[in-house]
């Protein structure tokens, strides 16, 4: 039998996504790890299914280094080449404590403690060629660090330096492919023509369960939106 | 077949070969000879100079020339040696003092000696001379140069030239041919008879009714072949017979030539004939000379230019129509010209060696006139003082810089070519071939067979000099030249009888023998004594550059010949010699040659492998592989991938793909950016660029380790799909992945260099750096903010973002013309703006600052500005395999189609790119990048001797993969699964330096130009984009007239002109009296106003110019 999960019209679309409105959505935890988590569904369309694991990669958002003021650079990676670097570092994400800056009410270019972390880097090389990890980052917040600290930065020989300020936000994938909080993100076939298995890696920066749970919760929000959207004009 | 060698592990010997011997080996050899052994003899041949003053002539000899280190003499007059790092940075030239002995001779007795600095010689980088050579790798680095450069190339004012290597027919060689010219058969002879510095060229032709014809440049008229012989001294018919052969058949061919020449009888009789020929109605004696010194000079010059000589010239002619005449009997084949064993290479000493040659010459020449106008001063002041340095180092130092060698011949010298490692080692093995580019020379062009192991088969440019220009194979080694007095010793102890004393039955059918283009005598069994040579060449009793070539006739009635070759620039292979049915070459050599107890210079010397040469080949059997000797083989290949040169090496199963697509990809793989040098913090290209993260490839040849490409890599592994998407791949396009990018995939930085030097002009000005002010009298002012970026001292700050148009550079100039000072009496002297400013389409940040002198002492800056490139549509890849293409679209990752893994290909490439191209190497690339990837090492994808597609697909089968390279994927837009499978891989990508930033151009409105009023061409002018003739066919055939007027007039280049209805030409305004004028008709003129082209205005004036007179007719539109 051919399952039709979409609401008869938008205005009676009220409730979650995970709600009444799917007869037979059934959801199987195939796989619980720390880093990946696996997702039988059942009764749902491959429409929906896909957007929650496009949303893993390009919406979700999560931490990561945005704008870095140098303050002395003296190793042979450029500013813009070592910038990148340190936004391509992932970051451990609280997306409790910490929103979008375009949704802080602050209005501050550099963000304020609901919005941005800070993170400085002081490192030198004296007697011997120094690598410099991501562990050597200091954050202003614990909980936001680096998710290892053996993450290599940039080498400095004897006598260069490096000292910055890194300034990360919240972001999404969309945006810039730093913000991706999965690595991994794919939705395929199962064994019935609307059973798929979701699987989803993370990068570390949030737990994989958060990235699809989020993932559903921004479609969630983006379709009731919509919804008011369209009531309002066709109203 | 444990003990039997493989032919995988023999390509030690090759490696060893190319690290000891490096990749410019050929030049930097040539140019050692050159002034360890050259310029001696070219300083001998001149000897001395003779003072004719008018009471005391005296002489000046010259004795031993020798050369300091390279350094550089500052305007203050101090010297200090050089590294070439600081002649890059300074513009300086990398060369070093010459200084020649002299002593002064008075009446034969020598008077004073004294040691005089005639000149500078550049020097080659890493050559003997170069202070480099000396220097062991952490010494290199400290010294701030690349420990992996090749060297063998120049620097003339911080630029870094390179001398390439000019193919050349061997010179002293009889070649036949028969020729077709006008439905008749033509048989000729023909020898490019060559000593240092002059070349003559003989040619004997056949003519249709049997007579002989000698042509030499030096006679204005052709010469009968008997009349030659007679004036050479060769008294009897009998003797000028038995000189080209005592065989009947062939002396029957000659009767024509005798009774052709019953006119000239005698010796004497012969020379007056020549003589009335090259010096006409002179005296009979004096003819007689101009004979004999046009015989002695002008004819076959290579065996010498004295009159003893005139017997071996004879000798050599006698065997040159010998050739002919056993061309027409059908006893032997026509010479072969494109058969490589008939070329030779000049490689920098040679070409120097010329070039010095004319500027000793000048210098003595100068040196003499001005001793002779000193008078009656001598001794060692007045001798230095007559030597005027410049004459030497600036006929070098300008032949070098700009590749101008004199006697038209032009672009000897290139501009060392550093986009990447790759490209700079390939431009140092280039060989130029001095034929015409704009005549088809279809021939010439086309790949030899002798070509194999010497010539890369797939390097070659594509169009105008295609197969002109080619590049040397890894295995070619260029010979040096052999001393000939031992090797023709050992000739004579092996039994060769010199033509001068031959026995009459050796004459008749013995071998001859030649030396270098000298016909030195006889033997009676060529073969045998070719085997008995080669056994002391492997014996190491003669040089292993030498080389000897027994050349049966195809009619056993024709002669053999033996043909020792001793000259360099011959093209050599090495080979393993195979004895037996066994080659020399064993396992145990090859581990110790990889243990480094054994090189390869060993085991020539010990006979194991040896030096080939085109010709010598021709007497051997060579097998592929070790499997496939049989007991007539004589030699084993060393390694197949050592057929290719260096750019074609790099491609990975070649032996898979279309031909063409090789050539592709070796033209292509220099176009590619990597990191071409470990010394671009400070280096000083006008043009650079870096990629950002270079990977070395996981699937390699085995030259990657050989050319220690995996330290300068040149491209990034990319996931590639063979897929289409949505059209945004067809037509070569390709398709990336936006996350890819973001994550800094295929990202550069593209540099530019900016000079301003303070020059110092007469009468004391100078240019000065400084922030040019508004309010000082300025001219050409820019504009406060373009300065906004300078500093105190006129120059822009370190890491400044720069916009076109933004100097960076401030700097003023005085006046060009002094009289301008007059107009400016009131303000003062103005100064000029000659600021250097960013290019008005480039942008980027200033990377570095040089502040340096040059070697006027003028203070000058160099900036370096660089770009970050990240990926945007238009930019161009290519993988290796000749498949290049832009991208498309760059796709968001959550669009792009997924494996079941997770794996989102970095680049999407349109199935289409592969029916008709047949790059089937891509694909086994593909499959092998997985394996490699799968398996955590690089595979090997050398050609002929790479991983098999079967070893990778187990390597796939076993973590499961599909063998075949294909996986189900998923549409990331829809996530529907594909209807097929998909090819995915790991494939090498290379960036392109074509990007679309630098060709990104459109104009509405803008400049035209001065003459002709239409708007200018090309970007850098933001010029129009041409609407050209067919374009113009276009809009005829459409009948769009008005868009067609529109875009050719109207908005080109429109003009109103006045026209004289009466008399049909050009009339004027004559603003002061305020009316129309015609020239001709005066008052009675009628003017009206016509719209016309400029460019037509143009015409007619120039017309006019020429006394043409044009009259335009009017009539009115209605
Ligand atoms: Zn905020």
Redesign the pocket.
Known sequence: MFLNPRPTSISNFSGSLTGELFDMLKVKVLEDAEDRVSLQLDGVDRSYANAVRRFCLSEVPSMAIDDVVILENSSVLYDEILAHRLGMLPLKTDLERYIL?EK???G?PL??Q???VLLVLDASAHEKTRTVYSGDLVSEDREISPISASIPVVKLAPGQTVKLEAYARLGRGKEHAKWQPATVSVLLDGKSEDSFVLKVESSGVLRPKEIVTKAVEILEEKLKEMQKEVSAKVE | MSKQIRQLDSWVVLQDLLEKEGVARQHLNSYNEFYSRGLQSIVDEMGEVEVETVSTPYKVKFGKIEVGRPRVIEIDGSVSNVFPVETRLRNLSYAAPIYLDMTIEEEGLQREATRQHVGDLPVMVKSELCQLSKLAKEQLISAGEDPNDPGGYFIINGSERVIVGLEDLSPNKILVDLEKTGGVFSYKARVYSSVVGYRSKLEATLKQDGGINIKVPSCPIDLPFVIVMRALGIKSDKEIANSVSPKPEIQDLLEVSFDKASEAPTEKDALVYIGNRVAHGMLEEFRIKRAQSMLDWGFLPHLGKTDEKRYDKAMFLGEAIAKLMELRLGWIQPDDKDHYGNKVIKFAGQMLADLFRTAFRNLVRDMKYQLERTGQKRGGNVVGAAIRTGIITDKLNNAIATGNWGRGKVGVTQLLDRTNYLSTLSHLRRVQSPLSRSQPNFEARDLHATHFGRICPCETPEGVNCGLVKNLALSAIISVSVPAAEVEERLWELGAKSIRDVPDKLALDGTRIFMDGRFIGFVDDGERLAKAFRKLRREGQINPSASVMHYPPLNKRGYSRLYVSLSAGRVMRPLIVVEGGKPLLTQEMITKVASAELSWRDLVERGVVELIDANEEENSLVSMSAEEITSRHTHLELYPGAMFGISASVIPYPEHNQSPRNTYESAMAKQSLGFSSPTFPLSTFVRQHLLVTPQSALVRTKSTDLLKIAERPLGTNAVVAVLSFEGYNIEDAIIMNKSSVDRGFARSFFYRLYEAEAKQYLGGMRDTFEVPSPDSNIRGYRGEKFYRLLEADGVVMHEAQVQGGDVMVGRTSPPRFMEEYKEFEIKGPYRRDTSVAVRPTESGVVDAVFMTESVEGGKMFKVRVRDMRIPEIGDKFASRHGQKGVIGLVVPQEDMPYTEDGVVPDVIINPHAFPSRMTVGQFIESIAGKAASLRGTPADGTGFVGETVEDLGKIMKERGFEPTGREIMYDGKTGKKFAVDIFIGVVYYQKLHHMVVDKIHARARGQVQMLTKQPTEGRARGGGLRFGEMERDCLIAYGASMVLKDRLLDEADKAEVYVCEKCGLIAYYDAKQRRYACKVDGDSAKISTVVVAYAFKLLLQEMMSLNIAPRLRLRDKV
């Open positions: 800056p802080c009410d602050c501050t963000g304020c609901k919005c941005r």
